[in-house]
DNA sequence: ATACAATGTAGAGTAAACTCTATGTCAAGA
DNA sequence: TCTTGACATAGAGTTTACTCTACATTGTAT
């Protein structure tokens, strides 16, 4: 299947602006048709769902950019982008790491909140 | 103890004109001394280091301050803060769960990235 | 034929969170 | 006394990632 940019926008959920602005980025390159209207294929869906991935995980678009630079010259580069990768995935473990601390923190603090209430609560009421 | 703004930059990891940042948005209010200097005291390092687990879960400044504002205004608002957290400790376990899905995704890509070198490796060489 | 909606480009504007600069005060050491 | 370093304020500048505006072009329905 082939998209104009207004539903290739729909099927990400990325705003028509977003998505000529990543590729002014050189993030994405779509195809043109005869009136230089963009035309995204189901390639570029795919690709744009990983993009958005990386983006949530944490990657700015500098280097999101560079992997896709990468990308686009095919083979010679598939070690140096899995090598990207395997280093996104060591900032997300450590990423999953803190937050779940944070979540132990944040727990605590709760507990707190909820004893504190009650303890408000009874005071002066009894 | 009471430690300057230099001390608690060095105390904190953040940056002197961050902390004067943080008290114009009204984060945080540290005392002062005769001479106009702020006093920074071990209250305001536990604070300090739980906003900053909140902002490296994702909580914006703006949210920071509103909940900033409640704890200064102190016992009415206890359960309007706890509210806050348990709204926050919400959106934090769905951060988690996408970044669990996201690094199973990572993984499966980083393995096809293997099997794909190795294939292009033997190619031709053999 | 004409109006309208979607698309194109180029470039300006926005929001968040810092980060830095200019300028001034003041206590302490050489 | 003079200078140095840490601190003060006010406000300008930076970075990132969009988001919007202005204006031109084109395919389609009436």
């Keep these: 299947m082939e998209y104009s940019i207004g539903d290739f926008s729909k099927l990400t959920g990325l705003g ?16 043109r048709n005869s009136n230089n209207r963009r035309c995204y ?9 990983f993009i958005k991935r990386l983006k949530d995980t944490g990657m700015p678009i500098k280097e999101i950019k560079h992997y896709a630079k990468l990308r ?10 899995m090598e990207m990768l395997v280093q996104h995935r060591q ?11 944070h979540k132990l923190k944040l727990n605590e603090k709760i507990e ?3 004893k504190e209430i009650a303890r408000v609560n009874t005071r002066g009421t009894g």
């Design 16 to 31: 028509i602006h977003t998505l000529r602005y990543y590729e002014h980025e050189g993030l994405i390159t779509p195809e």
């Design 41 to 49: 294929s189901d390639k570029d869906l795919t690709w744009i769902e």
């Design 72 to 81: 686009a010259t095919g083979n010679p580069t598939l070690f140096e982008r």
């Design 91 to 101: 900032a997300l473990d450590e990423q999953i790491a803190r937050l779940q601390d």
């Design 112 to 114: 707190f909140y909820k």
